[in-house]
């Protein structure tokens, strides 16, 4: 039997990736979860797969951050209908953009960076499954530290936790991370 030619049972592997940029659009706004937000963009992938000219993963992923900047601009607006104010208003879609740009600056190693788009969105899906898969305050102290760029100790007093914790849980997690990302067999 042939594959099909429409993205649909592939999108669960962006989950992560899309969670991750959905999350770090979000940060602590009370009342928007992130899960809920990527569930939709998915739901909705999946219902307009066949309209999808995508066939790359590159163009994927592309794809849904359009879906998923569309679905956290409704959520947004819904929630500040009444607060609204021009001035202080950004493109989500930009925000998701550089979002994304900023996951694969993590996975840049000494030396050249790759030459491809597609590699650096095929990076950046990966390190989103990598992430996901730690532990959640190492997931916390890497997100806060290397996205957010808090200090250790902003990082400690945010996570309840002293520098030298802090310090353990970035030590490990990046180690844990990067093993992740050069074992092809670890999934999430």
């Not at 520098?163 to 180690?175: N, T, V």
Request: net charge positive.
């Amino acid at each position: 039997m042939n594959e099909p030619e429409h993205p649909g049972p592939d999108l669960a592997r962006f989950r992560s990736y899309l969670h991750l940029l959905a999350r770090l659009q979000l940060g602590d706004r009370p009342g928007l979860d992130p899960s809920d937000l990527v569930q939709q963009t998915l739901l909705e992938a999946h219902r307009e797969r066949t309209d999808c000219r995508a066939r790359t993963d590159a163009e994927r992923a592309a794809w849904l951050r359009r879906m998923l900047a569309n679905n956290l601009a409704d959520a947004l607006r819904a929630r500040t209908r009444a607060k609204r104010d021009i001035a202080r208003e950004v493109s989500i879609d930009a925000a998701l953009g550089e979002s994304s740009a900023q996951i694969g600056l993590w996975v840049a190693a000494p030396g050249p960076s790759p030459s491809q788009e597609a590699d650096k969105h095929e990076q950046a899906v990966r390190l989103a499954t990598a992430l996901a898969g730690l532990p959640e305050a190492e997931r916390e102290a890497l997100v806060l530290q290397h996205w957010h760029g808090l200090t250790v100790a902003q990082i400690g007093e945010r996570l309840g936790r002293t520098p030298a914790a802090i310090g353990g849980l970035l030590k490990r997690g990046l180690k844990r991370l990067r093993e992740r990302m050069t074992d092809p067999t670890t999934e999430s």
